[in-house]
């Protein structure tokens, strides 16, 4: 299968105006985000979708390719299905801008699947969430699953319920927004209607969900911390000051 990576990015973030363009370790954070994803062996290109001038001429200054898309997007998957009718692209991996703490082997791990269940549709990766504060946190996207690991619910409320022993004796997990598609189901996704429960909580993934289709998760290891607020960009920069990835890429 071919597969590429898209990465949706906007200025208008209402909760961090500007947020991709974010000055983070001598980048922007957009720029982290686009090297470390196009270090994935399992990718055959990578691209930044948007809608602003102004990230389309900072991306192609650092020498990656762009697909512009409308500006009426509500949702990133939907942003991602435009852009993808500009490839021929068989997998699609959906990397939100404001992770820029992902690693390469996080790309792989998402795609893996595929070559094993040609039924797959749709994957997410999730990690066990061991920090209370991120459990109870509605910029946290929580995340149940049966017991395949296919998702049966996302939501910003700290679910599931917590056991006797409180937090430490709950298997929580939360999504982490690594988000491969097969071509046919992210075209499909955006002809499907929004759905009332993906409206409420603001979360793409309720909307396959809702009509019934299956997001299989795939847990990792690595943690990552998504950038939603100012304070969380400053705990990035903490966290990835000397992660050894940023020698490949940052310029002195």
Do not use: W
């Amino acid at each position: 299968m071919k597969t590429i990576a898209i990465i949706p990015a906007r200025m208008g973030s209402s909760r961090f105006p500007g947020k991709p363009l974010a000055p983070l370790l001598g980048c922007s954070m957009l720029e982290h985000v686009y090297q470390r994803v196009a270090m994935s062996q399992s990718l055959n290109a990578t691209y930044i979708a948007t809608c602003d001038e102004e990230i389309r001429q900072t991306a192609t200054a650092f020498g990656a390719p762009v697909i512009m898309t409308s500006d009426s997007h509500e949702r990133a998957s939907d942003r991602i299905a435009e852009a993808v009718a500009h490839t021929d692209a068989d997998l699609i991996i959906m990397v939100q801008g404001d992770e820029p703490m992902v690693l390469p082997s996080m790309i792989d791990a998402a795609v893996a699947p595929f070559h094993h269940d040609p039924k797959l549709e749709c994957v997410n990766l999730t990690r066990r969430i061991d920090d209370e504060a991120d459990f109870r946190s509605p910029n946290t996207i929580k995340v149940v699953m049966d017991q395949q690991g296919n998702a049966l619910y996302m939501t910003r409320q700290p679910i599931p319920t917590l056991a006797a022993g409180g937090f430490g004796a709950t298997a929580a997990y939360k999504q982490v927004c690594i988000i491969p598609f097969t071509r046919a189901c992210l075209i499909e996704y955006s002809q499907l209607p929004p759905t009332p429960l993906e409206k409420l909580e603001s979360i793409d993934m309720l909307r396959l969900l809702e009509h019934g289709r299956r997001v299989r998760m795939v847990e990792t290891s690595h943690d990552t911390q998504a950038v939603d607020t100012k304070a969380d960009l400053a705990r990035v920069a903490e966290l990835m000051t000397n992660d050894p990835l940023l020698a490949h890429y940052r310029k002195p």
